[in-house]
């Protein structure tokens, strides 16, 4: 299948920085790319989603001002955690859709605020 | 809304068949999949299933839909302790979106 990978696959920092998470999709171009939250024994939780070129949507309840998405080109997403508190000490993981119905997941991303 | 449910855990002996079960809520959804996460890492598509399908087979994985109980089942056979992870079934909600379910621990013992 198709690789997707995120950088860094851990980051600790103080609480009030920005922590910057890039996503890339290796060996396809990815029209549509998805930012997923996962709580620690849960299911992952669908921050938000974008398209090459144009504004992110996101999900009820996730704040865009705090959670910036730049979906830079077709194999590139960047998430960043503005004004990070311990409240958002989580595994982040990205995804890239390929085609319509097959969807490749990076290896996730453990952000821990102290 | 949409709603796709699993039991939390399932354990088996190695060398036996696992049957992971999924009940979802969306009848519209056009493609339901199961997803593997091992510990720490991400997801990894294992199969999906067109909603026409009744049944799809790829080596040791059998997928079963049941479209008008809205019931999948991942069969894994002779199962390995390679294969001890959390299973998500997920279906494409009316946004075009992945829905997961809760996730299944699967714990293989030797």
């Known amino acids: 299948g198709a690789v997707v990978s995120q950088h860094p696959s851990r980051v600790i920092c103080k609480s009030g920085t920005s922590v910057k998470i890039e996503c890339r999709s290796l060996d396809f171009q990815a029209t549509t790319m998805f930012w997923y939250r996962q709580f620690p024994k849960q299911s992952l939780m669908l921050m938000a989603t974008?398209?090459?070129?144009?504004?992110?949507?996101?999900e009820q309840g996730v704040e865009k001002d705090k959670f910036l998405i730049n979906h830079a080109s077709l194999t590139l997403s960047t998430l960043t955690v503005t004004s990070a508190h311990p409240e958002d000490s989580s595994f982040y993981i990205c995804?890239?859709?390929?085609?319509?119905?097959?969807?490749?997941f990076g290896p996730g991303t453990r952000l821990t605020v102290t | 809304g949409e709603d796709v449910e699993q039991s939390l855990f399932l354990s088996v002996r190695e060398g036996d068949s696992s049957v992971i079960n999924c009940t979802y809520t969306d009848s519209s959804s056009t493609y339901l999949y199961w997803y593997k996460q091992e510990p720490g890492a991400g997801l990894q598509l294992l199969t999906y299933i067109f909603s026409n399908m009744d049944m799809k087979q790829d080596q040791r994985l059998t997928v079963l839909l049941n479209k008008k109980d809205k019931h999948l089942s991942l069969r894994i056979a002779d199962t390995q302790t390679g294969d001890s992870a959390i299973y998500f079934c997920a279906e494409i909600n009316g946004a075009n979106n992945l829905f997961f379910g809760t996730g299944t621990r699967l714990t293989v013992i030797p």
């Open positions: 974008s398209n090459e070129g144009s504004k992110a949507t996101y």
């Open positions: 995804s890239a859709r390929e085609n319509s119905y097959e969807q490749y």
